[in-house]
């Protein structure tokens, strides 16, 4: 487990440049999108009562009546938003590509490449098959949800014909723990394939998905490390809740304040995803390098990964 940390940091401080990489790609998506509202809400910032109600603890509602309105023309733009999130899934998709391409250990192969053109042929040449692999992992999830939602059905009918009032509060504590249980092998299934398809470039992504969850299955001493970097993004999510939740941002300072906040807690959500992935790229090196995917017809993008050490993770 130690030797997969540090594998891990050694990997991101080799590559810090990836860590704003991935920050551009949650940031522009986000100021496109305003670009687009701006011109719609103006109208409704400029009026400074109206805007202390977005802005305030009632936004919610706020914000429900100022869409709806017709003569703010905002219901147009947000029927784009189905399109703009699609837009954006690829995005990220193509990007992360590019940034596995990377962390396999293909900026130091023999041709020399820099990280610009190395992270653009991984888009370009691996793209197409981590949006298949996307498509695998949400039909993945979709059933994973609806799965846990049965649960939680029997669980109220079980609820309404019993005079113990703990039953929902019990059923819902199991559907987490069940869901918990199910989508953390599934994401470092999801994301094993990927650096599979990469390092031996392979083109069959429901096979590699399926046999990386075979492995991850049988090693769920993987599960802590994933386990690790989520608490502290959850921890992250929760310092930012609680920051948001200090006052109403109805200054200009104040938004301006908290905007420089949001960039911090997405440059540090950047990180840690980089950590993540970086050390599922040691999981795939403690795991023999296998091609799950199946190999490609040009060899492997990268030289042999460095080794984690002779010795075995110690959970």
């Known amino acids: 487990m130690a030797n997969l940390l540090r594998f891990s940091v050694d990997r991101v401080r080799d590559h810090r ?46 914000w429900m009546e100022y ?24 995005l990220q998709i193509y990007v992360s590509a590019g940034v596995t391409h990377v962390l396999v250990g293909a900026e130091q192969s023999k041709d020399g490449q820099r990280l610009p053109s190395t992270l653009w042929a991984g888009m370009h040449h691996f793209g197409g098959r981590f949006a298949r692999s996307g498509l695998i992992f ?7 949800l609806v799965l846990v939602g049965s649960l939680g059905g029997v669980g109220t009918a079980l609820a309404d014909g019993s005079e113990d009032e703990t039953w929902k509060l019990r059923i819902f504590v199991l559907q987490v723990l069940l869901g918990l249980a199910l989508f953390i092998p599934l994401d470092l299934a999801y994301d094993l394939s990927r650096i599979s398809a990469v390092a031996h470039d392979g083109r069959k992504m429901f096979r590699g998905f399926r046999k990386a969850l075979g492995t991850v299955v049988r090693s ?96």
């Open 138 to 144: 949400l039909v993945a999830v979709v059933l994973l």
């Open 17 to 62: 440049r990836l860590v704003w990489v991935l920050y551009l790609t949650t940031l522009a998506p986000a100021l496109l999108w305003a670009g687009l509202m701006s011109t719609h809400l103006f109208s409704g910032f400029a009026d400074r009562p109206m805007a202390e109600d977005l802005l305030g603890p009632k936004a919610f509602m706020t």
């Open 220 to 315: 769920p001493r993987y599960w802590l490390f994933y386990l690790g970097f989520a608490l502290a993004a959850v921890a992250v999510m929760a310092i930012y809740g609680w920051v948001s939740g200090l006052g109403s941002a109805s200054g200009g300072v104040a938004i301006f304040l908290m905007f420089c906040f949001q960039q911090i807690v997405l440059l540090v959500r950047s990180r840690l995803k980089l950590g993540l992935w970086a050390g599922e790229v040691g999981m795939f090196r403690e795991s023999g390098e296998p091609t799950w995917c199946g190999e490609g017809r040009r060899p492997p993008v990268a030289e042999p990964l460095p080794q984690l050490g002779d010795s075995s993770f110690v959970v």
């Open 67 to 90: 869409t709806a309105s017709p003569d703010t023309k905002v219901g147009a733009v947000l029927g784009l938003l189905p399109l703009f999130l699609v837009a954006s899934w690829l």
